[in-house]
């Protein structure tokens, strides 16, 4: 439901318009250093407001300690961590109360939770809630560089590749202001240096936990790793990876880092689609609920023109979550050096 992963598990609460969100990581090891000041470059990465194209809404996002840390270390206690809402105008929701948006949850989440659920801001669907995962995720990425040697750090790096089928960014992002619309794109992530094993055939391969995760993100449609959708149109001796020595190098990688489920140890490489923005300034149709007609209709508030901006830091935390449960499954990590 709220929680994901097995021996580091990270559960996430609050909502959008609430007094605040935040997060609870039970697993990590006891006597990781970590202050205030580790989260701060990474949460400012995944801020609205800080680039062309994002929400004009900005929070704080200083990360509040509750639980799990003394003395600027980790205990082994549960970590909980705290972000405040500051900056809301939930009178914009209030208005549009009656009207389900499209592509939102908001019809969704009326049905299921027979119209109890907090609608502001999308409540606790919102995107807000992944200012949690990037704080577990900083947690994670520690634990990883702190527990392996020099030559051997686990790196994570996300980066857009696209945005409206557009490799010059600035370029896409100018497609969506000129339409007067929000706009989709592709993100892409690296992981390099991950050890032969991670992972287990079927049900809990090294994909199929990242997919799960990755699809926690608001607005991801898709993933592919390796050449993925492209490899339906190769041969076989194409896109086998012909390996070439002991440690497991191959001399391609389309199979983007994983054979059987498993880390093979060459760098793990997957893109993910995120959609457009739901919430656009564009006039469309939907179904008012008092009225049971369907009227015209334009969403009111600050939201992103392009939310792929914004999910590099976040795919790279969810992805640093699932390497450090791997790692600990396989009994890698016992303590942080």
Not at 157 to 174: H, V
Request: aromatic content about 8%; overall charge negative; some cysteine.
């Amino acid at each position: 439901m709220n929680s994901f992963g097995r021996i580091f598990r990270v559960t996430i609460f609050g909502e959008s318009h609430g007094e605040g969100v935040g997060m609870v990581v039970d697993g990590c090891p006891a006597g990781l250093s970590l202050v205030a000041e580790d989260f701060l470059l990474d949460l400012e990465r995944r801020k609205g407001g800080t680039q062309k194209g994002t929400t004009p809404r900005q929070e704080d996002d200083f990360p509040i300690f509750k639980s799990g840390i003394f003395n600027d270390k980790t205990t082994g206690a549960p970590i909980t961590i705290l972000f405040e809402n500051k900056n809301t105008r939930s009178g914009d929701y209030q208005k549009q109360r009656s009207v389900p948006r499209p592509g939102h949850a908001d019809f969704v989440a009326h049905e299921k939770f027979g119209g109890f659920e907090d609608y502001r801001g999308g409540g606790h669907f919102s995107g807000r809630l992944t200012v949690a995962l990037v704080a577990a995720g900083v947690i994670a990425k520690k634990i990883l560089l702190n527990a392996t040697k020099e030559s051997e750090k686990i790196s994570v790096q996300a980066s857009i590749l696209e945005i409206g089928g557009e490799t010059d960014l600035e370029k896409g992002l100018q497609k969506a202001i000129d339409a007067k619309d929000s706009i989709g794109g592709i993100v892409e992530c690296r992981a390099s240096h991950l050890p032969i094993g991670l992972g287990e055939p079927f049900f809990d391969s090294i994909e199929s936990v990242l997919s799960h995760i990755v699809f926690a993100i608001p607005a991801v449609r898709g993933i592919e790793f390796g050449t993925g959708f492209a490899s339906a149109k190769m041969f076989g001796v194409q896109h086998n990876d012909a390996i070439e020595n002991i440690n497991g190098k191959t001399s391609t990688n389309h199979a983007g880092g994983a054979v059987g489920g498993i880390s093979n140890g060459n760098e793990l490489v997957f893109r993910i689609a995120i959609k457009p923005t739901s919430s656009t300034p564009k006039e469309q149709q939907t179904l008012n609920w008092e009225t049971k007609e369907i009227e015209a209709f334009s969403v009111k508030g600050r939201h992103d023109l392009c939310i792929a901006l914004r999910v590099p830091v976040i795919l790279e935390a969810v992805t640093a979550i699932v390497l450090a449960d791997f790692m600990m499954l396989e009994q890698k990590i016992h303590r942080v050096l």
